[in-house]
């Protein structure tokens, strides 16, 4: 019986070390294929080349490993590495691990997630995975251990069809970890403003910035569970309809 074949990708780009740290976690638990950004990717969410071409490289720096980089989003990755395997499909794939947290409403714009759920979205078992240490020379030690425990189960035990691991770490020494909560995604936006600033040349531009404030103060949260050293792991899924809502709809004289 042949190993699983494995697609890893992230959204941080090829040369991050959070990818290299994931690919060292399961490198030997089957056929590796990693197609990742060849440039940072963060808040990419979903979106996918369409208005330009997208160019793939093999690479040369992770030994002889079957790695690409992409010119594409982290969604194009997975696309890509799919077209590559000429059909024949994964057992799994990975995302991550992400210099900083994908914790609650994040995901919408988490290029790391937005790859897992891409996975989901063609039947196969992913898992998107991120650490709370947006430094680039975070120590993933702790979040190896995790990325290697859950892969396993996941290779061994499967996903309901149509679902997504969305995993957070906290940045906490291993012996301060409390444990692992499966949970449910906790609700909290970002509180967003612009920094108006100017170029050389006297010309206004606008920089992004804010706080990830307005959290829900509930215990059984991804947020709560994050915050208390707790690993989470939120079940994931792309159907976004708001079902509770479809009969109430279906009243409405139109």
């Not at 990708?9 to 040369?15: I, L, M, S």
């Not at 040369?60 to 690409?68: K, M, Q, V």
């Not at 891409?118 to 078992?125: C, R």
């Not at 792309?238 to 139109?254: A, G, I, P, Q």
């Amino acid at each position: 019986m042949s190993k699983p074949l494995i697609l890893i990708t992230n959204d941080d780009g090829y040369q991050s070390k959070g990818i290299k740290s994931l690919l060292d976690s399961v490198k030997d638990l089957g056929r590796i294929i990693l197609v990742a950004p060849d440039r940072p990717q963060s808040g990419m969410g979903h979106a996918i080349s369409v208005n330009k071409p997208i160019r793939c490289f093999k690479l040369d720096c992770f030994s002889s490993l079957n790695a690409y980089s992409c010119t594409g989003t982290p969604v194009d990755c997975v696309k890509m590495g799919l077209f590559l395997l000429k059909g024949e499909k994964p057992d799994l794939i990975l995302s991550g691990i992400n210099h900083g947290s994908n914790v609650s409403t994040n995901i919408l714009y988490s290029g790391t997630m937005s790859a897992a759920v891409e996975g989901a979205l063609a039947g196969i078992p992913s898992v998107g995975y991120s650490l709370t240490d947006y430094s680039e020379d975070a120590d993933f030690d702790y979040s190896m251990k995790v990325v290697r425990l859950i892969s396993k189960k996941v290779i061994n035990e499967g996903l309901k069809l149509g679902t997504c691991l969305n995993v957070n770490i906290p940045n906490v020494k291993e012996d301060k970890i409390k444990g692992i909560k499966v949970c449910r995604q906790g609700k909290a936006f970002w509180d967003d403003t612009f920094d108006h600033r100017k170029d050389p040349l006297g010309k206004d531009y606008y920089w992004l910035t804010g706080s990830f404030g307005s959290k829900e103060p509930a215990p059984d949260t991804d947020i709560n569970y994050l915050e208390n050293n707790y690993v989470t792991i939120v079940p994931t899924q792309y159907d976004l309809t708001c079902h509770d809502s479809v009969e109430e709809l279906k009243k409405w004289k139109l």
